[in-house]
């Protein structure tokens, strides 16, 4: 009977111990380690804005050096999926076409199931996105 009532007076005790919130001498709760957090988050908005964006996924769906072909392949996608972002980048001497802004390789892999059919070249490329893209 002793360990019981022990185990019923320790077992609160240790979770509130355990909690990074507490009660002030108003009776509101207040986050212990609320300026550690404040800080990780300033640091993580720092690195996004010296990266220009954040890592995720796009499908590329042409890569040619002719231009023509990129703009035909881009009205065709924008045609079937008007919802999904496409974007047309040139690296000397080649453009690239690639469409969707994912977070992960998986969000892509399911876009590019749906697509297979008209676009079957279509795979998933890492890059960095701009984090405005991601704001709905």
Do not use: C
Request: proline share 4%; aromatic share 12%.
């Amino acid at each position: 009977m002793k360990g019981l009532i022990t185990i019923l007076f320790l077992v609160p005790l240790l979770l509130f111990a355990k909690s990074d919130t507490t009660f002030n001498s108003n009776n509101q709760i207040t986050n212990i380690n609320q300026e550690g957090i404040d800080n990780l988050v300033s640091k993580y908005k720092l690195i996004l804005k010296n990266k220009k964006g954040i890592e995720g996924w796009r499908l590329q769906i042409k890569f040619t050096s002719k231009r023509e072909d990129i703009l035909r392949y881009q009205i065709k996608f924008t045609n079937l999926y008007p919802q999904t972002p496409s974007q047309i980048t040139f690296n000397s001497p080649y453009y690239k076409l690639t469409v969707g802004n994912f977070r992960t390789k998986n969000e892509a892999l399911k876009i590019k199931q749906k697509i297979k059919n008209e676009f079957p070249g279509a795979h998933p490329i890492s890059i960095i996105i701009d984090t405005d893209l991601f704001k709905k």
